[in-house]
C-alpha cells in the first residue's frame, strides 16, 4: 500500500472520525442495543406503573420480537448469537405480558423452544441450577437474573428456594474490609447485593435467627444504598444494573424510595426511539482517549489548539476530585463516562492521561496528570498489576490484576517520569519506579508460552473460551513499544521490555488469517477492531509487508461493509456489546502508526 494511499486513507478515517464530534466537543460514540437491558428495564417499567409506562413497555416489547434469533434466542446485541442468560430474561419480561398482549405466548414458545434446546426446563427449579453452573462462584450477574425470574413467576412460587441469598448486611461494614470477605459479587456490583438481597430475603420467608438479624439491618443497608445513587439516579449509568436495583426495591416494598423514582427516571430517559435501550449511556471518556490516541502524532494536522483545549477542558472538567462515594476511591481517576454514575477505573485513567499529555505542553496539565499519578499508585495491587476498580478486592476474576489494564497504566507512568521526572522529588521517582518495575515483572509473569496476553474487559465471542489473545496482546505489545522509547529507562529494562515485545508479535503474526486479517485468537474470523489493533502492534519496518496485507484487507472490508463494529466488548459477568467508534478509531490509530514508520 503505497504512501500516497496510507495518507488519504489517514484523513478519510481523520474526517470520519470529527464528524462524530458532538457540540460540546467531545465524542459520546454509540453503544449497540442490548437486549437483555430492553428485558430488564421493560420489568422494571411493568413493576412500577404499567399503565403509565404503557407506550414505552410495547415498544420495548416489539423490539425484542423484532429482534429474535431464527433459533428463538437472544443474544447480547443484535448480532450476538443466542445465549441462556439473555434469553431466559426476554421470557421472563414477556411473562409479565402472557395474558396482556395476543402474540406474546407465540413469541415465548420460540424461546421455550431454544431454552429447552440448552437443557432449562422452565417449570423446574433446574433453572437455577443451570443458571448457577455457568456463573460458577461469581453471583454478580447469576443471583439477579434468578431475581427477576422469579419475579416474573419462573420457574413458580417457590423460585426463591432456589435462589443463593446475597449478604447485603456485609455493605455496612467499612470498605477496608471488603477484599477479606471474599465476597461473591464483584466490586461494583454493590447496588445490586444490597437491592436484591433484601428482595431475596423477604420472598424466602424464613423464621431463622440469622434472618431476623438481617431483617435488622435493612434500613442501614438502604442508606448505603441511597448514599451510592448519583444525581441521574443510574448506578453506573448502566440500564441492566439501575434496573435489576429498581425492580427488586419495587418488590420489596420501597415503592416511595428516591432510589425507585430517581432510577425509574434514568430508564425513561435513557430508552431510544427504536423502543430499545444500550447496557449503558455511553463511554464518552474513552472513545474520545481513543480518538485522541488514533491520531497520535499527527493530532495537530486534525485539531487547531481551540479545539485541543476545549477537549482537554472536558477531561478537566470530569476528572473526579474528591473520594469517591462508590468505591471510596481517591481523588485524581476518570471513568468511563462524562455522567455522574461514573466510577474511577484503572482503564480510563490511563488512557486520559496519555491523551493529555498528547493535547497540551506537559506544564498545562501537569497538576491533573500528578494527582492521577497518586490514585494509580493507590490502585496497583501487591502482584504488581492493576485491576478495574479497587485495590485487593476478592478472589473473583474482574477484580484481579489483569494484562492489558496494566500494560496500559505502565505507558502512563513511563509517560510521566519521562516528562515530569526532572520536577519530582527523590521519594515520588523511586515510587513511580518501583511502581513501573512491578508492573513489568507482572506482565513478564502474565506472558503466555505462545508470547500472548488475556485481556479482562475484551472478548470474542468466537473463541474457545469466549477470550481474545489478539486483542490483549496488541494492546500490551502496543503499549510496550510506546515506552520502551522513553529515555529514562534502564538498558535493563528496555531489554525486558523488548524481549516481550519481540514474543508478543511473533504471536500476532502466528495468527493473521491467510486473507490478511486478525480475529480474535488463529484461524478466527477477522474483523475491523482487532485487525487494525494488530497492526498497531505490529508497525514496523521489519513487518511492513505483514501490516500491508492487513490495511489491504481492511481497505477491501471498508468497501463492502462499511466501518461495520464487531461485538468485541465485555461487560458485567459475561455481557457483549460493539461500540460505532471501535472500529473508526482503531482503523485510525493503525493507519497513523504505520504512516509514523514510512515518514520516518
Known amino acids: 500500500m503505497e504512501i500516497i494511499r496510507l495518507e488519504r486513507k489517514f484523513h ?32 422494571a417499567l411493568y413493576f412500577d406503573n404499567q399503565k403509565e409506562h404503557s407506550d414505552r413497555i410495547i415498544r420495548g416489547l416489539s423490539w425484542l420480537r423484532s429482534n429474535m434469533n431464527s433459533d428463538g434466542s437472544f443474544g447480547d446485541t443484535p448480532e450476538s448469537p443466542g445465549n441462556v442468560s439473555t434469553s431466559l430474561l426476554v421470557y421472563a419480561a414477556a411473562n409479565l405480558f ?56 419462573i420457574p413458580g412460587k417457590d423460585a426463591f428456594n432456589y435462589i443463593p441469598q446475597l ?26 447485593l444490597v437491592a436484591v438481597g433484601i428482595v431475596i430475603f423477604k420472598n424466602k ?3 431463622s435467627l440469622l434472618q431476623g438479624i438481617r431483617r435488622f439491618f435493612i434500613p442501614r443497608a438502604m442508606n448505603i444504598l441511597r448514599r451510592m445513587l448519583p444525581p441521574g439516579g443510574g448506578f453506573l449509568e448502566a440500564i441492566p444494573l439501575t434496573a ?20 425509574i427516571l434514568f430508564l425513561t430517559g435513557t430508552q431510544r426511539e427504536d423502543g430499545s435501550w444500550p447496557i449503558d449511556i455511553n463511554l464518552s471518556t474513552w472513545v474520545t482517549s481513543l480518538v485522541v490516541k488514533g491520531f497520535r502524532s ?37 471513568g468511563w463516562t462524562n455522567y455522574t454514575g461514573s466510577v474511577p477505573d484503572g482503564d480510563d485513567t490511563p488512557a486520559v492521561m496519555l491523551a493529555l499529555m498528547n493535547l497540551q505542553p506537559k506544564d498545562n496539565v501537569k497538576r491533573e496528570i500528578l494527582t492521577a499519578c497518586n490514585w494509580l499508585l493507590n490502585l496497583q495491587n501487591k502482584d504488581g498489576g492493576f485491576p478495574t476498580f479497587s485495590r485487593g478486592w476478592g478472589k473473583l476474576p474482574f477484580d ?18 519521562e516528562k515530569y521526572r526532572n520536577e519530582l522529588p527523590a521519594g515520588k521517582k523511586r515510587k513511580l519506579t518501583l511502581s513501573f518495575q512491578n508492573a513489568m515483572h507482572f506482565l513478564i509473569r502474565l506472558q503466555n508460552a505462545d508470547g500472548s496476553w488475556l485481556p479482562l474487559w475484551f472478548g470474542n465471542q468466537q473463541t474457545k473460551n469466549k477470550t481474545n489473545p489478539v486483542y490483549g496482546t496488541s494492546r500490551v505489545v502496543a503499549y510496550m513499544k510506546d515506552a520502551v522509547r522513553h529515555e529514562w529507562l534502564s538498558k535493563e529494562a528496555k531489554e525486558q521490555l523488548d524481549a516481550m515485545i519481540k514474543k508478543g508479535a511473533s504471536y500476532l503474526i502466528a495468527t493473521q488469517n491467510e486473507d490478511g486479517s486478525w480475529g480474535g485468537d488463529k484461524n478466527i474470523p477477522g474483523t475491523i477492531e482487532e485487525t487494525a489493533l494488530a497492526i498497531s502492534a505490529l508497525a ?39 461500540e460505532k467508534m471501535y472500529p473508526i478509531t482503531s482503523y485510525l490509530e493503525a493507519v497513523s502508526r504505520v504512516l509514523e514508520i514510512r515518514n520516518n
Open 298 to 334: 499527527n493530532l495537530s494536522g486534525f485539531m487547531n489548539t481551540d479545539l485541543q483545549d476545549k477537549i482537554t477542558n472536558h477531561f478537566k472538567l470530569i476528572q473526579n476530585e474528591k473520594v469517591h462515594p462508590f468505591n471510596g476511591t481517591g481523588p485524581g481517576g476518570w
Open 540 to 578: 514496523s519496518y521489519e513487518n511492513i509487508e505483514i501490516c500491508y496485507k492487513g490495511l489491504n484487507w481492511l481497505d477491501a472490508y471498508q468497501k463492502k461493509h462499511g466501518l461495520k463494529a464487531a461485538p468485541i466488548g465485555l461487560y458485567f459477568a459475561s455481557l457483549w456489546y460493539d
Open 167 to 192: 449478604p447485603f448486611e456485609f455493605a455496612l461494614l467499612p470498605r477496608r474490609f471488603y477484599r477479606l470477605l471474599n465476597l461473591s459479587v464483584v466490586s461494583y456490583a454493590l447496588p445490586a
Open 205 to 207: 420467608n424464613s423464621g
Open 12 to 43: 478519510e478515517l481523520g474526517g470520519l472520525v470529527l464528524s462524530e464530534m458532538n457540540q460540546e466537543c467531545f465524542w459520546e460514540g454509540k453503544l449497540s442495543s442490548s437486549a437483555l437491558a430492553v428485558a430488564v428495564a421493560v420489568a
Open 400 to 417: 484481579k490484576s489483569c494484562s492489558d489494564l496494566t500494560g496500559h497504566n505502565l505507558l502512563a507512568i513511563s509517560l510521566v517520569m
Open 98 to 153: 402472557s395474558d396482556k398482549l395476543d402474540w406474546i405466548n407465540h413469541f415465548q414458545l420460540k424461546i421455550v423452544g431454544y431454552l429447552n434446546s440448552h437443557g432449562v426446563n422452565l417449570n423446574s427449579s433446574e433453572v437455577s441450577n443451570v443458571i448457577l453452573k455457568h456463573y460458577k462462584n461469581d453471583y454478580t450477574f447469576s443471583v439477579p437474573i434468578l431475581t427477576m425470574s422469579g419475579l416474573c413467576g
Open 244 to 263: 435489576f436495583v429498581v425492580m427488586s426495591l419495587l418488590n420489596a416494598g420501597y415503592r416511595e424510595s428516591e432510589i425507585v423514582k430517581r432510577g
